[in-house]
């Protein structure tokens, strides 16, 4: 097993990427601390397995994840792990956005990476570490009214790239998976989550990563599973990739590979 003895948190981890990565994570070994606002979903699946621990987090609070940082130590006596996978999709463009909206996607999209990293890297410093954050690939290329969220992917490459060499010395490795479309509930759970913020049936509309598959379409050519994420990060997380740190890896088909 790829991470027999690892104890990693995955943030965003009772939904789609996130509960697909909390699934292979502990098939290949890890102890998991699956963090969520999702308590009930989250419960559920941690519920009868002695390696999984859910710890209800906003990652948008510094003191929930100060906490969950804090009882992932306590419960399990470090971390070396970390997929971060929690996140909201709010649609808009710079005119139609307005300030409390942007700072929203931005502060959980984004500062959320700073916050667990901010939290985290300490406890991996002696022991060296992986941290893979799902950035996307509109934070690479532009679609249409998704400017806070593209901001928001775009801006986790500039902090991958800056922690991997800060921290590089300590062999912590930091690395972005950047995904195309995935068939997830991404959209809905926005607007279960975030009634404050969505206005109107299009401000989580289906964005790049939250299509329907097609299964009538080629496999490279269709939307793709949250399994399809988990298995690059587990690549990420694990010691095959203990020489490659700030780096962004795409994964979706051939999306971004064609010119129409």
Same mark, same amino acid.
């Given at each position: 097993? *790829?991470?027999q ?13 996130g509960r ?10 890890a ?6 606002? =999702? ?8 519920q009868g397995d002695e ?7 906003d990652v948008?609070s =510094?003191?929930s994840v100060?906490?969950l940082v804090? *009882?992932t ?9 970390v997929?971060?996978c @929690?996140?909201?999709?709010?649609a808009?463009t ?5 300030p409390e *909206?942007? #700072?929203?996607v ?5 500062g959320?990476?700073?916050r ?6 300490p ?6 570490g ?6 996307s690939? #509109?934070?690479?290329?532009g679609w249409?009214n ?6 928001s992917?775009? %801006?986790?490459?500039?902090?991958i *790239? #800056?922690?991997a060499v800060?921290?590089?010395s300590d062999?912590i490795?930091f690395? @972005? ?5 995935i068939?997830? #509930? ?7 989550l975030?009634?404050g913020f969505?206005?109107g ?6 964005? %790049?990563?939250?299509p329907?598959p097609a299964?009538t379409k080629?496999r490279?050519l269709?939307s793709g599973?949250p399994e =399809?994420?988990?298995q690059a990060?587990?690549?990420?997380a694990? =010691?095959e990739a ?7 890896l ?7 590979c064609s010119?129409t």
């Amino acid at each position: 097993m *790829r991470l027999q003895g690892k104890t990693a948190i995955i943030t965003g981890g009772a939904n789609g990427i996130g509960r697909a990565t909390t699934e292979i994570f502990l098939r290949e070994g890890a102890s998991v601390v699956i963090a969520d606002r =999702d308590t009930e979903t989250g419960l559920a699946l941690a519920q009868g397995d002695e390696r999984a621990l859910f710890v209800a987090t906003d990652v948008s609070s =510094d003191a929930s994840v100060a906490e969950l940082v804090r *009882r992932t130590v306590d419960h399990f006596g470090g971390v070396d792990i970390v997929v971060h996978c @929690a996140g909201v999709a709010i649609a808009g463009t710079v005119t139609s956005t307005e300030p409390e *909206r942007w #700072q929203r996607v931005l502060d959980v999209n984004l500062g959320s990476l700073y916050r667990i990293c901010h939290e985290v890297v300490p406890h991996m410093q002696a022991t060296g570490g992986s941290v893979v954050t799902i950035a996307s690939v #509109q934070g690479m290329f532009g679609w249409p009214n998704w400017a806070a969220y593209a901001a928001s992917k775009a %801006g986790m490459f500039g902090l991958i *790239r #800056q922690m991997a060499v800060e921290y590089a010395s300590d062999t912590i490795r930091f690395n @972005a998976i950047s995904p195309g479309a995935i068939a997830t #509930q991404l959209g809905a759970n926005t607007s279960r989550l975030e009634p404050g913020f969505v206005q109107g049936p299009d401000s989580t509309a289906q964005d %790049g990563e939250t299509p329907t598959p097609a299964a009538t379409k080629p496999r490279l050519l269709q939307s793709g599973k949250p399994e =399809d994420i988990a298995q690059a990060a587990l690549f990420l997380a694990s =010691d095959e990739a203990a020489y490659i740190s700030g780096q962004n890896l795409v994964v979706d088909g051939v999306l971004t590979c064609s010119a129409t």
